[in-house]
């Protein structure tokens, strides 16, 4: 995927560290003792249009803005042109944060599983409920692969 993917043109999706406020991002954070060693692995959420943080911390459990391992250390903020619109609904806002909302609706019902349905699966879920880029193929492994080699460190 190249750079053109990514968006921070507008006043208003300004990345904000000291508010901790990341407008349509994939952020993420490490877990200490296995990032250390597995460097690719980490805590994930999404943010909503408004930057405010949505994260799977806990089997039955989305968080909002209180991230379970911390505050974002990486993040990735994606363009809101790539969300596929219809004559019906254009409002690519409204569309991302149906999606975020729709995905942590659904991971409040779910036990968290280390291996196969976490913190990346609620993330991936609501790429694919937007349709991200006309794809429905995003998972845990993709998602940890892009925020490893696309992720920005935040200052």
Known sequence: MSDDNFI???LSDRIDP???RYPHCIVWTPIPCVTWVFPFI?????????????????????SEDNMDFGRPTRYLQLDLNRIP?????NNVHG???????QSSEEYKKRVHNLCCDNCHSHVAMALNIMNYDR???YNMITLSLWMLFRGKFVR
């Open 18 to 20: 000291k508010r901790a």
């Open 95 to 101: 569309i991302w944060d149906k999606a975020v909302e």
């Open 85 to 89: 619109t219809t004559s019906n609904s």
């Open 42 to 62: 980490g805590h994930m959420g999404i943010a909503r249009t408004d930057g405010v943080i949505r994260d799977f911390a806990k089997s039955y459990l989305v």
């Open 135 to 137: 794809k429905h193929s």
């Open 8 to 10: 921070s043109n507008n």
